[in-house]
Structures are given as C-alpha cells and as structure tokens.
C-alpha cells in the first residue's frame, strides 16, 4: 500500500540558515498550498514498489518531494540516497516517514514512474502562482533551442553491429534460462564482432574496411537466424508462459532495429549512398534519439527543446521536438502556445 501524504515525519522541521536551505524551506510551503498536485502524482506512481500487503511503500508526498529534490540540486539517485540520509534539511523537506531512507531503486522506481503530462500540470501551477503574486505575466517571452543529449556512446555502424550482436547473445541466453537445464543450438559470435569492430576503427582504406564490415554484418545476420531457431524450440518446448512472452516481446522490439542497422550500413559501406537522417538508428538501447546539428557545431545525438522563459526568468514552456526542425520554423507555434496559455 502507498499512502498519499507521510502520515507520521518528524515535529520539527529544521532548514539550515543558508540561501539552500531557506529555498527549500520556501519551496516546501509552496507545495503546501498546493496539495491537489499530490493526486496525478498518486494516478501515476500507483503501487509499483509496494504491495498490497507488508510494509507500506514511499509515500506519494516523499515521492514528490524527492524528485524536485533531485532535480533542483541535480543529483544522481546515488547523491540523492546521501543527501537524504545525512542533510537535516534535505530531510525536512522529503517529509520521509520517521526512520525511512529509500534505497537507490526505489527512488529510480518512483520518480521514473511521474509522467511528463503531471511535470506540466506542476509546473503550470508554478506560473499561476507566479502571475498572482505578479512575478510574471507572460506577455514578454524569449524562445530559445536547445539540445539534451541522450545517454549514448558515440555511434557509427560497426559499434552499432557489435551492440547487435551482443544483445544477441544475451536475448539468447535469457531463452536457454527458460529452458531450466535444456539447452539451444548457437555459437557466441560476440568476441569475433568486437575484434571486427575494433578493426574497423583502425581500417586503412576503404577497401580492407569494406572486407571487415561484411564479416561483421555476416555474423550479425548469423545471430539473427538462431534467434529464429531458438523461438522454434521454446515453442516446442514446456517453458513458464509469461517467461516466454517477456522474452519474446523483447526479441520483437530489438530484431526490427538490428534489421535497420544491418539496412543502413549495407546501403553506406556496400552501395555508397548516404542514408539521411530520418531513416538512421543511431542507438539500439536509446531508439528515439535524433541527430541534431545546429549552425557548424558538431554533431550532437538527444533532443531538441524549444523553451519559452519570461522576463522573470521563469520557464513559462517547453516543447521536446521530433527530429530537427529549423528555429525559425518553430518561432511562430512557439509564440501561438504561449498565447493559448
């Protein structure tokens, strides 16, 4: 069970005599005033983390209060665990349950858990508030682009081949599991794709690299077909249903994006063309990554966002953007968003 407000924290809330301190003391009251945004917070964490019965999972407050917490200071979850347990003010403002210090993945499991769509509506919150005590009125804005990378090492087709094959490898190993001590018929190809790829790097010539990009995509399409072969035995065989469908469900989302790899690079290194950007997989694990150039900067790999702040320096928008739509293209939708709000 989850409760929505921490039933029973600490009497005396003590924030530090520091600029910090005082902000969380200030941003705390503010959340107060406010507890109707504890309920989509509640709608999307549910009960993941806690059950029906046992003890009581982090309260949706905590939840809540955490996450701006990270945020604010730009803490890893890691951080976050530290600051929890040993800063009094930090403390104060979580509002844990006396005795309480959430583990890493529990705070990953939760605050993951709050939807961008209840990000928004507290943050709206946060601009009515600031036009009533007359912070900000929106009537002057200033749009900017930026981009946020996504968590990825810099891609080029033969490391997106070796990823190939070592997940592979692994979606291979998780369907033996299933098996309980039976065993399936394939060969691990993930060091002979990892000396390939390292070659390519240091190749000499389009020709040598050409030579070890067709080994490297054989063996990926080798990899390939004994995954074909290791659904037929599961599905001949008595193995946990609900197993079987989670590992197939992640065979059907990794084998259309390792085709895309195989598609891209075949068509640049074989053929010579040059694949344009929307049709490009840059990560298998990070799929929705575009590929972002700005003016003559090199090229980055996230998110474009188009962020609208006021004279108050308040963000008063954000929009993520698909793909790399030009500034001036998103200046005027911008602008009408904002007069909408």
């Known amino acids: 069970m989850r409760d929505k407000r921490t039933v029973q924290s600490s009497l005396f809330e003590a924030y530090a005599e520091h600029d910090i301190g005082q902000e969380l003391k200030a941003m705390s009251q503010w959340l107060d005033r406010h507890p109707q945004l504890l309920e989509p917070v509640m709608s999307d ?28 200071r730009q803490l890893s979850y890691e951080e976050l665990v530290f600051c929890l347990a040993d800063s009094a003010s930090c403390q104060a403002f979580a509002r844990l349950p006396m005795g309480w210090f959430p583990k890493k993945t529990t705070l990953q499991q939760t605050i993951s858990a709050i939807s961008e769509g209840t990000w928004e509506h507290i943050n709206q919150a946060l601009l009515a508030s600031a036009k009533a005590v007359k912070v900000e009125t929106g009537e002057t804005v200033r749009i900017d682009s930026t981009v946020t990378d996504a968590p990825i090492h810099a891609p080029s087709d033969s490391t997106l081949l070796w990823d190939s ?28 794709a990892k000396r390939r790829m390292w ?20 063996v990926t399409r080798k990899s390939l077909s004994y995954i074909e072969a290791a659904n037929e ?36 290194v074989f053929q010579g063309e040059t694949v344009p950007a929307e049709e490009k997989i840059v990560s298998l694990f990070e799929e929705h990554t575009d590929i972002i150039v ?16 006021g004279k108050s320096g308040l963000v008063l928008d954000v929009v993520i953007e698909a793909g790399n739509p030009a500034d001036s293209a998103r200046l005027v939708p911008m602008l009408v968003r904002n007069v909408d709000r």
């Not at 098996?179 to 394939?186: D, F, I, N, T």
């Not at 469900?249 to 994006?257: A, E, K």
């Not at 003016?295 to 702040?309: D, F, I, M, P, W």
């Open 45 to 72: 964490i549910g009960h993941r983390g806690a059950g029906e019965g046992g003890r009581r999972g982090l309260p949706g407050e905590s939840v809540l209060r955490c996450a701006l917490l990270k945020q604010y």
């Open 165 to 192: 094959v070592r997940t592979l490898v692994r979606l291979l190993e998780q369907g033996e599991a299933l098996l309980e001590g039976g065993r399936l018929l394939y060969h691990n190809h993930s060091r002979r």
């Open 199 to 218: 070659a390519i790097q240091s190749a000499r010539g389009a020709a040598q690299r050409a030579k070890l990009y067709r080994d490297l995509v054989k």
């Open 233 to 268: 035995t599961l599905k001949r065989s008595t193995v946990e249903p609900l197993g079987y469908l989670s590992w197939w469900s992640s065979v059907c989302h990794y084998t259309p994006l390792i085709l895309n790899v195989i598609d891209q690079t075949e068509r640049r």
């Open 294 to 309: 700005k003016g003559a900067r090199e090229v980055q790999y996230g998110h474009k966002l188009n962020l609208s702040t």
